[in-house]
């Protein structure tokens, strides 16, 4: 699988599906059916680690994280992510996505730190290649995205959050969300830092990037890092609501303006793709940093015994 996956990754990133940023502005995608076409009310496709129904009717698709224990967001899962993207992005049937869990407590955890430790520079560059790419196809989507976030969401996990148009949380103080990074003693990339800030501000963004703070669901209210707190059984129906509400619009005005919002965050990125990826292939492989990811995995390890 893990072969298979990062072959089809490979396949990805060099066979050009990706131009997400050239794709951006397909202005006019349908917003409706056409005429006389039969209802089919729902499609789904699941893979290993992403469960994706689709609701042909709503025009609404549900992808599902269930990669147990944590969704971590390893290679295969990466390549997972992008593909169910991609074939939602082609299906003009499909106008907006709702991004959640099916593990209980855990929204993601983020970058797989394994993919981090003590692996081949080939290999780093093919893992931070797929992350670039994921981010890149969420950021930029056409479609409405929604991130029902029902659990915890550190770094990685918190980027796919701020990644979407709107983020419903589950109303648990339990659950965390934030980059925290600096916590593991590693740095957010700059496009990490940019989606950070182009959701919560300089200031809030600055602090909690420095601190690596991860927040309780009400403090990520409070800062703006999610849009609203819901009771857990009233997810689905809270996210079926703010669907509506933003489905309601017609798209092609609504891309446009997302596309202008982020298309400057995006276009850094594209230009500096490479450079971004030797960053962090040489930062990743010191050994400071390999000692202190070493570290942080005992941690977690430690924390459970
Ligand atoms: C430049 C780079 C930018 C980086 C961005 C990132 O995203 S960096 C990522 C930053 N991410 C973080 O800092 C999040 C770190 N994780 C956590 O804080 C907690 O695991 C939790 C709150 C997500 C879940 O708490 P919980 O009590 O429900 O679960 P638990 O803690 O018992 O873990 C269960 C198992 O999963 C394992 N594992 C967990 N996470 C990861 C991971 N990311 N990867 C791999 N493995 C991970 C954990 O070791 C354990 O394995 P074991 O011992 O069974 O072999």
Redesign the pocket.
């Known amino acids: 699988m893990a072969a298979a996956a990062a072959t089809l990754a490979r396949r990805i990133t060099r066979s050009g599906v990706l131009p997400l940023c050239r794709r951006l502005p397909v202005w006019g995608r349908a917003a409706r059916r056409p005429p006389g076409l039969p209802l089919a009310p729902c499609r789904a496709f699941s893979n290993k680690k992403i469960q994706v129904d689709m609701n042909e009717s709503s025009g609404v698709a549900t992808m599902k994280f269930k990669s147990p ?2 969704n ?2 390893n290679l295969d899962f990466l390549t997972e992510f992008c593909i169910s993207l991609e074939k939602l992005e082609n299906d003009r049937a499909c106008r907006g996505i709702i991004i959640t869990s099916a593990i209980p ?2 929204f993601s ?6 993919e ?1 430790c003590g692996k081949s520079t080939e290999h780093y560059t093919e893992f931070w290649r797929a992350v670039q790419e994921m981010w890149l196809r969420l950021y930029s989507s056409n479609m409405v995205t929604l991130a029902v976030v029902n659990g ?1 969401s ?4 918190c ?1 796919i959050a701020l990644s979407c148009d709107y983020r419903i949380m589950a109303d648990n103080p339990k659950y ?1 969300i934030g980059l ?2 600096a ?2 003693g ?4 700059f496009w ?1 830092k940019d989606t950070f800030v182009n959701v919560v501000g300089q200031r809030v963004a600055e602090r909690s990037l420095q601190l690596g703070s991860l927040y309780p669901a009400p403090e990520a209210l409070k800062f703006g890092i999610v849009d609203e707190l819901v009771p857990e059984e009233k997810l689905q129906e809270k996210a079926t609501a703010v669907m509506a509400q933003w489905l309601a619009l017609p798209d092609h005005a609504r891309q446009i303006t997302k596309s202008m919002m982020r298309k400057a965050v995006l276009d850094l990125l594209v230009a500096h793709r490479e450079e971004d990826i030797k960053n ?1 292939t040489s ?2 492989s010191k050994e400071s940093i390999q000692k202190s990811l070493r570290m ?2 005992e941690m ?2 430690k ?2 015994s």
């Open positions: 224990p944590v971590s967001l407590k855990i955890s983020g970058l797989d730190i394994t981090m915890s550190p770094a990685g996990g980027l965390t925290n990074e916590q593991l590693i740095v957010a990339p990490f962090f930062f990743v942080y995995m977690l390890k924390k459970k």
